[in-house]
């Protein structure tokens, strides 16, 4: 039977080393290898799920697509067996994440000379960004450790500002507490009113997001009973995996040339990277994509790092930046990115603050609402269609991973000429006393005849 209830039997999952591949249970608590104090990753049995067939997952994934019930009615729970085979539906805390929209830009894409160019909106989903999708396995997979007798009082995370927002919403839906580590002054107002209303405890510290990881990580070493919720736990990447499996199902199981994401901390393109593997070995997906990592210059150890020969990485001080999101200096999932950069045939591009907002501001004028990060994608895709390494007629999707809204701040000041940048869509109101005739001259000046 191959209808959306399917479950597959003998589907199990468990941590395994990325350094030294010892393998250990998925219901244990551990961050890093005890061994080698390597990555962890969480791998699947995959045999287990070619007993389905390429075109029998297919159906299933897209009768669920379809589905109004529980757990289905989820973008990442309709790829349960790929996530989490184990768990059981009451454990699963959802808010609806996932399905999130693939937008064509045609005219885009022809001022490029590209075939194609998708925006996938991970942003539109219930915090604002894609964490709602790593967030939802995350804090289930809580739930059933609890379950499981394993104390856990409270879960914690350091954030830019979009992972406390998930962590708060969906633990409060859980009714799990949280205590969540921010940036003081780095974050934008939007983003730290959502942990406040969902009552998490919000530490407010005087350094920048790799001080707050730091604190982070020695405080849920030192008390076990404090859950770490960054995606150094690699709970996170497999929810934010199904990014991959969506795209392709939107496309109807085609993958574009290129998909360009934006990287902070790394962990969503090694999310990314391990989707696409996993379709391929199932026989879904019969290439890959290239794949581009897009960071701001002000926080590009990334960049420093590909140019380098991507054997190592030098973390850095992160300057301020738009994308307040990937100010970081210090990228927690670096060997986890440098095994998708390789596998992928990656590269790595950065933006400066100018290119970020006017590429943001430019997409904006074909109906978009781009915030900063999706901003420094959008101006890397540019950068490389100019450099001639995307190539004309090529496709390309953009992941966008917030939402606009939620930078406000940010946009009015480049509309309003407030930002230290040459803003080349800027686009100011107009002010004017309520007379026809004034107005009407306006509209003349503005709108020609
Ligand atoms: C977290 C975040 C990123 C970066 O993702 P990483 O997994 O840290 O690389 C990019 N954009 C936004 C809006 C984010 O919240
Ligand atoms: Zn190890």
């Given at each position: ?17 990325l350094e030294?591949n ?5 219901y244990?608590v551990?961050?890093r290898c005890?061994?080698?104090?390597g ?9 287990a ?23 289905w ?6 790829k349960k067996?790929w ?8 454990h699963?805390?959802?808010?609806g994440?996932?399905r ?14 590209l ?17 709602d999708?790593?967030?939802t ?5 809580v739930r ?17 500002g ?33 942990p406040?209303?969902?009552r998490s ?6 350094t920048?997001?790799?001080g ?13 009973a ?21 795209l392709?199902?939107?496309l109807n ?5 290129w ?6 901390n ?25 794949i ?6 002000n ?9 380098a ?27 986890r ?8 045939d ?5 933006a ?5 907002a ?13 915030d900063?990060?999706?901003g ?6 540019f950068?490389?269609?100019n ?13 966008s ?23 080349e ?9 309520a007379?026809?005739?004034?107005v009407?001259?306006?509209?003349h ?5």
């Amino acid at each position: 039977m191959t209808d959306e209830t399917t479950t597959i039997s003998g589907a199990r999952a468990h941590l395994e080393c990325l350094e030294c591949n010892r393998q250990y249970d998925l219901y244990q608590v551990l961050y890093r290898c005890p061994e080698c104090d390597g990555l962890l990753m969480v791998e699947h049995k995959e045999d287990a799920l070619h007993t389905l067939s390429a075109t029998q997952w297919k159906n299933v994934f897209s009768a669920r697509m379809a589905s109004f019930d529980h757990p289905w009615s989820s973008g990442v729970w309709g790829k349960k067996e790929w996530v989490l085979p184990e768990i059981q539906d009451e454990h699963i805390v959802t808010l609806g994440e996932g399905r999130s929209p693939l937008v064509g830009l045609p005219r885009l894409a022809g001022e490029l000379g590209l075939a194609q160019l998708w925006l996938k909106q991970c942003g539109i989903t219930h915090t604002g960004s894609f964490k709602d999708l790593g967030m939802t396995v995350l804090v289930s997979h809580v739930r059933s450790l609890r379950a499981r007798g394993i104390p856990i009082r409270a879960v914690a995370c350091a954030s830019t500002g979009d992972t406390s927002a998930a962590l708060a919403a969906y633990a409060a839906a859980a009714d799990i507490p949280t205590v969540v580590f921010l940036p003081a002054g780095k974050i934008s107002l939007a983003q730290l009113v959502q942990p406040i209303s969902n009552r998490s405890l919000v530490l407010s510290l005087d350094t920048d997001f790799d001080g707050c990881m730091a604190i982070v990580r020695a405080v849920t070493s030192a008390d076990p009973a404090l859950y770490l919720a960054n995606s150094l736990n690699p709970l996170r990447i497999e929810g934010q995996k199904t990014v991959s499996i969506e795209l392709a199902q939107q496309l109807n199981w085609k993958v574009p040339d290129w998909v360009v994401i934006p990287g902070g901390n790394l962990g969503n393109v090694s999310a990314l990277g391990a989707g696409f593997r996993m379709l391929k070995n199932a026989g879904l997906i019969d290439r890959f994509p290239r794949i581009c990592v897009a960071q701001s210059a002000n926080a590009n150890p990334l960049y420093e790092s590909f140019r380098a020969g991507l054997n190592e990485l030098t973390p850095m001080q992160a300057r301020s930046t738009l994308a307040s999101a990937i100010q970081i200096g210090n990228p927690v999932s670096f060997p986890r990115a440098r095994r998708t950069l390789r596998e992928f045939d990656g590269v790595v591009e950065q933006a400066t603050e100018e290119e970020l907002a006017n590429a943001a501001a430019r997409a904006d004028l074909h109906g978009m609402f781009t915030d900063p990060h999706t901003g420094v994608a959008l101006a890397c895709l540019f950068k490389l269609v100019n450099s001639g390494v995307i190539r004309s007629r090529e496709s390309v999707a953009v992941v966008s991973t917030a939402h606009g809204l939620k930078f406000a701040d940010s946009k009015t000041a480049y509309h309003a000429g407030q930002l230290p940048l040459r803003a080349e869509y800027r686009n100011e109101p107009v002010q004017l006393p309520a007379d026809e005739q004034r107005v009407l001259q306006v509209l003349h000046e503005r709108l020609g005849d």
